[in-house]
């Protein structure tokens, strides 16, 4: 058993870190074995069974791969597995991603909402900003027009006298 302040050091360590630890002979100590023990998966501890399989017993919290997902048995008897009895088609297992698929759902409609309201916000600033062109047009116009009536008048009285 690895001691208490052997194993709270450890940390997990993925493959290839792993294997560097048996490279060019080296002498392994026990807190190398501990991080290789520690990185990997254990089905008693971790109650994770793989791919679901018909003829297997599980028990309530294991854990099993089933139809691109993950399904945790939730009944309180132990269940030998039988053909028709997958964890999709019974209420002895609980879907581990059907809470985040609920919520990755509603945030989905969420966003089309959004998308809707972005849209429509959209198209009443593009409505207001012909409308502001139109409006600066015009104003345009009536100083071009007050300019060169004024210039107009002055050049008139500048003849006309």
């Given at each position: 058993?690895?001691?208490?302040?052997?194993?709270?050091k450890?940390t997990l360590?993925?493959?290839?870190?792993?294997?560097s630890l048996f490279?060019?002979?080296?002498?392994?100590?026990a807190?190398?074995?501990a991080?290789l023990?520690?990185?990997?998966l254990?089905?008693?501890?971790?109650?994770?069974?793989?791919?679901w399989?018909a003829?297997?017993?599980?028990?309530?919290?294991?854990?099993?791969?089933y139809?691109?997902?993950?399904?945790?048995?939730?009944d309180a008897?132990?269940?030998?597995?039988?053909?028709?009895?997958?964890?999709?088609?019974n209420d002895?297992?609980?879907?581990?991603l059907?809470?985040?698929?609920q919520k990755?759902?509603?945030?989905?409609?969420?966003?089309?909402a959004?998308?809707q309201?972005?849209t429509?916000?959209q198209?009443?600033m593009e409505?207001r900003w012909?409308?502001?062109?139109?409006?600066?047009?015009?104003?345009?116009?009536g100083?071009?027009?007050a300019?060169?009536?004024l210039?107009?008048?002055a050049?008139y009285h500048?003849f006309?006298?």
């Amino acid at each position: 058993m690895v001691n208490t302040s052997v194993k709270s050091k450890i940390t997990l360590k993925n493959r290839d870190e792993l294997k560097s630890l048996f490279k060019n002979n080296t002498h392994l100590s026990a807190s190398h074995f501990a991080e290789l023990i520690t990185s990997q998966l254990n089905k008693k501890e971790d109650k994770f069974h793989g791919i679901w399989k018909a003829g297997q017993t599980y028990q309530k919290g294991d854990v099993v791969y089933y139809q691109r997902t993950l399904w945790e048995m939730t009944d309180a008897k132990d269940i030998c597995a039988k053909a028709g009895e997958e964890p999709d088609k019974n209420d002895k297992w609980t879907s581990r991603l059907q809470e985040l698929e609920q919520k990755v759902d509603t945030v989905d409609k969420n966003l089309q909402a959004l998308k809707q309201e972005f849209t429509e916000y959209q198209q009443q600033m593009e409505l207001r900003w012909e409308k502001l062109q139109q409006y600066l047009t015009l104003l345009t116009l009536g100083i071009a027009i007050a300019l060169a009536w004024l210039f107009g008048g002055a050049i008139y009285h500048l003849f006309a006298t």
